[in-house]
């Protein structure tokens, strides 16, 4: 692996584990056990390895949400959407952690995050259209498409903020990939409206599948204490 893969991935888990702004460049050189200098020749500076790394995951979320079009839609593809979308969610938890504070740092991850966040809400709004087209929920107005993308897209971004804010005062509490997952719950819920009578039973049988628990949110013994 390059020296320039070697930084992006080593900041990728330090800044994971112990947040962003808890880890600087030396940090990141110790941890490689390389110079500053040899990661200054890469990267100018931490806010370049931020801005590498959010396109990194910017390639995967657009790999993940890229939808078929020569078939119908089934449950298993949206169950994948879902699984991965959360499963790159976790694999970059750190940028959702600050995400304002990141933004308002670095003008052209502001920029760029618009960019993401519209072509996001664009495929998950072709994916209630495919939805719709395998009749595993009714047709939707142009309008409420959009506010149930956009709905969708705000419990996504900000399940992990839920998690952190609401346990907050568990000195203790870690989040795990589990409890993440249980965003999945959420997402569902709001498509429980529009399912049809075809589909209803299968989706609410998935649905449960990812219902929070109170026992798991409290478990703290495989979390990420960050």
Not at 59 to 86: C, G, H, N, Q, W
């Amino acid at each position: 692996m390059k020296t320039r893969d070697k930084i992006l991935l080593s900041s990728l888990e330090l800044f994971n584990e112990r947040g962003e702004r808890n880890v600087t460049t030396n940090h990141i050189a110790a941890h490689l056990a390389i110079s500053p200098g040899n990661l200054y020749y890469h990267f100018r500076n931490k806010s370049d390895i931020i801005y590498e790394i959010f396109l990194e995951y910017e390639k995967l979320v657009d790999f993940y949400l890229d939808i078929p079009e020569d078939r119908a839609m089934t449950l298993d593809d949206m169950t994948f959407y879902l699984e991965s979308v959360f499963d790159g969610l976790w694999s970059y938890r750190f940028f959702h952690r600050d995400l304002e504070y990141l933004l308002d740092i670095d003008q052209r991850l502001r920029q760029d995050y618009r960019d993401f966040t519209n072509r996001c809400l664009a495929s998950i709004s072709r994916i209630f259209e495919k939805l719709a087209e395998a009749g595993i929920i009714e047709p939707q107005e142009e309008d409420l498409r959009s506010a149930m993308s956009l709905n969708v897209w705000l419990v996504i971004t900000n399940w992990m903020a839920f998690l952190k804010t609401a346990h907050a005062a568990e000195a203790s509490a870690c989040l795990t990939l589990t409890e993440l997952k249980q965003g999945i719950y959420q997402v569902l819920t709001l498509e429980i409206p529009y399912l049809t009578p075809a589909y209803r039973e299968r989706v609410m049988a998935l649905r449960e599948k990812y219902r929070p628990s109170l026992h798991e949110l409290g478990d703290t013994g495989t979390g990420v204490c960050k």
